[in-house]
Nanobody, 115 residues
């Protein structure tokens, strides 16, 4: 079973950037499809970006052109580069690892976009 630990969250001003990292352990990272989700207060958790085990990516419309997901299988890590951040990007960001329909979650990292 894979364990996931997110890092890189924090407070940033509108228009700023952050890079989130999610490091996996306990299993073969490269075989998992990885995703970043977020949950804002009072809202449902939503998919932000995903990258398959083969490197194909997809993004929520709200972050296209601003966020980039990538993975480094040698470091067992998936990244989310977030640029041109907006107050509506404020949320807890969660990492997810999925394989054969089974998903595993990290505990999340808080991103706050505020002046």
């Amino acid at each position: 079973q894979v364990q996931l630990v997110e890092s890189g969250g924090g407070l940033v001003q509108p228009g700023g950037s952050l890079r989130l990292s999610c490091t996996a352990s306990g299993s073969i990272f490269s075989i998992y499809n990885m995703g970043w989700y977020r949950q804002a207060p009072g809202k449902q958790r939503e998919l932000v970006a995903a990258i398959t085990s083969r490197g194909s990516t997809n993004y929520a419309d709200s972050v296209k052109g601003r966020f980039t997901i990538s993975r480094d299988n040698a470091k067992n890590t998936v990244y989310l580069q977030m640029n041109i951040l907006k107050p509506e990007d404020t949320a807890v960001y969660y990492c997810n690892a999925e394989r054969l329909g089974m998903g595993h979650w990290g505990k999340g990292t808080l991103v706050t976009v505020s002046s």
